[in-house]
């Protein structure tokens, strides 16, 4: 299989006032083209940094990324990013938004138009096109964020918990929307939550992080038919597969806090 | 290479929605908050504001002609309007004059004003020394200045001109500054993850999220503007709407004077209704 994502060893550490922070020590991860790769892991532990490690906006402090057979160094145009807010500009209207990305990378837009405005469809925004973000939903403006990620037809797209600031009926919602994105376009795609019902509800593979310095604890191939049948999340078999990863964390914890390495942070199992 | 990707480094951006504050903001001058809390009224709320005018212009005309108040002291508002319209021929040329001199002021101070907010604020240490002296600039009255310019440059056109773009431009730069300096790292980084360059990130995002406070400074600016226009004709020379104030006050010539007054005034509220249009225009999305 074609590995469009390899991690090696990276590390982060930032400076900050109360000296240095080791974020993400030593994590190591491999995504194989079309495949969809969730990592979890408790509040604080590095996700957001080792997502961003990859943007090439926020370089690690040592180890490798390569992505699509080249080290990782600047942002790159095979590289879609969603946020964990939508962070759209507030003086475009929503198609304006949507072509931002053509409109720096200095694309024709002409020639995305059509699949655009079937990816606008698909995610229900029709009709919508001339409004501006202020008169948006969140859950609305997270949609166009994510077919702004997807304007200019990346390979690999990259999401740090895009649906942490929406409210619980409407998570659900975007996750069965990012699925029928994902089968529908084919996308390599890395999902970061802090939810492990919703990694497993969407990945192939899970990555679990430790407490920080966030490294590898262990990884879960998800057993699940795809597409995942209706109400798979009320079945006894989903239901395991998340325990057994909250039973992992749990332990992990433990075992940090046993050798005095832990540091405490905010965590809990329900999440 | 510009300053966001050291920042952009060390910190991964908050994507905390900013509040739009710009009318909030302090400027320099409240009348800038003013420009922004204009807001569409009702048509009760218009009805009222004529009603206030009415009986004020109503009182006044009252009780100077009950009172027999002399001309040269307060003449009736019938006698400015009848002053106005009977001398109009005679102030035309130096009602031109005064808006030469603004306006051509006002482009050429509002220019330089905005091009070394928008690049200045790229250079943040020459900014730290340069600011103090743009301070000055800012809070001694540029009329003081107009005497010694008459001096070395005559009575012409020229150093009102050079007063104007003084006054007019550091309020520009001023305001502008801050504008440019509400950058918006979170926004930066989406611009910058599609590979903008410099100038694609100064004028795909910095500049319109500094459009708010730009356009405060275009308003205050034009109104010192105005101030200056007027105090430079008074100082020397023959022309111009500042001149025909001193003239008429000096032969006592009310009626005259307050025409000229109201002329002046209409200028001001001309400048705040053009600059209150296009701040809506520009930045309907900020409210
Ligand atoms: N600029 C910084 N300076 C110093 N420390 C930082 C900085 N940014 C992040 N950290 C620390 O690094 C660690 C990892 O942060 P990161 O945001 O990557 O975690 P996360 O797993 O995404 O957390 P969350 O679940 O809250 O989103 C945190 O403990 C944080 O306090
Ligand atoms: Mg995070």
Redesign the interface.
């Known amino acids: 299989m074609v590995k469009d994502i390899i991690v090696e060893n990276v590390s982060k550490t930032?400076?900050s006032d109360r000296g240095p922070v080791e974020a993400v020590k030593n994590f190591s991860m491999e995504v194989e083209k079309g495949d969809f790769v969730a990592i979890v892991g408790p509040s604080g532990c590095g996700k957001?940094?080792l997502l961003?490690g990859l943007?090439?906006?926020?370089?690690f402090t040592s180890g490798k990324a390569i992505i699509l057979d080249k080290i990782v160094d600047?942002?790159?145009?095979s590289?879609g990013?969603v946020?964990?807010?939508a962070?759209l500009?507030?003086?475009?209207n929503l198609i304006q938004n949507i072509y931002?990305?053509l409109?720096?990378?200095g694309k024709n837009i002409k020639e995305y138009k059509s699949k655009i405005q079937d990816l606008i469809k698909s995610v229900g925004l029709d009709g919508f096109e001339n409004h501006?973000p202020?008169e948006l939903s969140g859950g609305m403006q997270q949609r166009a964020s994510i077919i702004r990620a997807l304007s200019?037809d990346p390979q690999i797209l990259l999401m740090d918990e895009p649906f942490g600031a929406l409210d619980a009926y409407t998570r659900d919602e975007m996750d069965t929307l990012i699925l029928e994105l994902w089968e529908k376009t084919q996308k390599t795609i890395v999902f970061v939550t802090h939810r492990i019902e919703e990694a497993v509800y969407l990945a192939n593979k899970v990555y679990v992080m430790t407490a920080r310095p966030g490294t590898n604890s262990a990884i879960f191939n998800i057993d699940l038919p795809r597409p995942r049948p209706e109400g798979i999340t009320m079945e006894m078999r989903y239901f395991n597969i998340v325990a057994e990863i909250k039973r992992k964390i749990v332990e992990d914890v433990e075992k940090q806090k046993k050798e005095g390495k832990y540091k405490s942070q905010a965590y809990s199992t329900i999440t | 290479m510009d300053s966001y990707d050291k920042e952009?480094?060390?910190k991964?951006p908050d994507?905390?929605?900013k509040q739009?504050t710009h009318s909030k903001e302090i400027s320099n001058l409240n009348i800038s908050s003013a420009a922004y809390s204009t807001q569409i009224r009702g048509w009760k709320q218009t009805v009222g504001i004529i009603a206030v005018a009415i009986f004020v212009i109503g009182l006044w005309e009252l009780l100077v002609r009950v009172l027999n108040v002399p001309d040269f002291i307060l003449p009736p508002p019938s006698k400015i309007i009848v002053a106005l319209v009977t001398s109009f021929p005679n102030i035309y040329q130096h009602l031109l004059f005064t808006l030469a001199e603004l306006v051509s002021g006002y482009l050429i101070g509002a220019a330089v004003g905005l091009i070394m907010a928008a690049v200045l604020t790229q250079m943040p240490f020459i900014e730290k020394i340069i600011t103090p002296y743009i301070l000055i600039l800012v809070t001694t009255p540029t009329i003081a200045l107009v005497p010694l310019l008459m001096l070395y440059w005559g009575f012409g056109i020229g150093p009102r001109i050079f007063a104007v773009a003084l006054a007019t431009g550091p309020m520009v730069m001023i305001n502008a500054t801050t504008g440019f300096r509400r950058t918006d790292l979170?926004?930066i980084?989406?611009?910058?993850?599609?590979?903008?360059s410099t100038f694609?990130i100064f004028y795909?995002?910095r500049f319109?999220l500094a459009?708010p406070m730009i356009n405060v400074g275009l308003l205050v600016g034009g109104i010192f503007g105005l101030i200056t226009a007027v105090g430079s004709d008074m100082v020397g020379g023959k022309i111009g709407l500042g001149n025909r104030i001193s003239y008429y006050a000096s032969l006592a010539r009310m009626s005259n004077f307050f025409a000229i007054i109201l002329l002046v005034a209409l200028i001001g509220i001309s400048i705040w209704i053009i600059m209150t249009i296009v701040g809506n225009k520009t930045?309907n999305?900020?409210e």
């Open positions: 930032y400076d957001t940094t961003w943007t090439g906006l926020h370089p600047k942002p790159r145009q590289v990013i946020f964990q807010q962070n500009l507030p003086w475009r931002f990305p409109e720096i990378m501006h202020r200019f | 952009l480094e060390q991964v994507f905390e929605e739009d979170a926004k980084a989406l611009a910058k993850s599609y590979g903008a694609q795909k995002i319109p459009l930045t999305w900020s």
